[in-house]
């Protein structure tokens, strides 16, 4: 028996039953003028791509798509969108040269600026600098002591003193009318020493001269060992004490050139320049005693 469905009637035996009908198309309304180019625009693409591949109609439409619609907006915090559009890009910064305003240097100013760089009194002794005494025009120089505070110089007997040289530290003795005892080469290293870094071992202590270690032989060879000071604390004369000035006296530099003679080290040359970097004054001197070395590897007296 056939069984009659409510509502209709059942397909004779061997057939398909018709397929359900299409869903009702929701009515269209048409959007904002720029939406509907917009969707003109995807239809006339569509329709131009019927022929072409699925694949490469896909890809076509697909940037046809991206470049029709409007870009996306923008995020701010976490996650929210931010309907503001960008904020226009910062203007170039432009790069002016402000001149300062210079400062003439006169010479009463330049004056002023140098007299922060005096030395004190104690920095004065310390370096060996002659120092006014109750005698007129006889000066006192403390020279007993190194910077290491070690003796350099002592009295042996009547005649002789007992010095260390200024380049190896050995011993040697020297007589009061200026004779060496013996005569030795001096084997010595002219740099300081420095640390350095040596990959594998870390920081040591080597010579600037020669890079050797603290307890290598020197690297140079002098004729003779020379000394630095004259006789400790000793008062000499022929000094003069320059008056003090209030108003601008003036700013030159002084250099002197010395050489090492049987005494110690002894003027040979004296530059005197101003301000101007002009030489106002310079004259060669005779020292009281033979000449042991002139310290050539240092700005002095040329041999000639």
Known sequence: KRVRQKGGSAPPKGECPPPPPPPPQPSFAPPPGSSLINLTAISSARSNNKNKSAAGCSVKLKQQLRSLLPPPPM????????????????????????????VQMTASLFYQLMKAHLLTEEQLCENGYPRPTH???????????????????QRLGANSMRHMCRRCNKPFIIYDNGDYQSVEECVYHYGRIIKTKEYGVGWISVYSCCKGGR??????????????????SSSQSGYE??????????????????????LGLQLTRVTVVNMELQSVYETLVKPSHPIVDYNTRFPSIPVL
């Open 75 to 102: 995020k701010s915090g976490k996650g929210r969108a931010n309907s503001r559009p960008p904020p226009p890009p910062a203007p170039k910064p432009t790069f002016s040269i402000l001149k300062k305003k210079e």
């Open 135 to 153: 005698q007129r025009g006889v000066a006192s120089i403390d020279r007993s002591r190194d910077r290491d505070g070690a003796p350099v110089i």
């Open 215 to 232: 307890d290598s032989a020197g690297c140079q060879v002098a004729k003779l060992h020379v000394t630095a000071g004259e006789q400790p």
């Open 241 to 262: 004490q320059t008056e003090s000035i209030d108003d601008n006296p003036g700013v030159y530099a002084l250099d002197c050139e010395m050489c090492y003679t049987t």
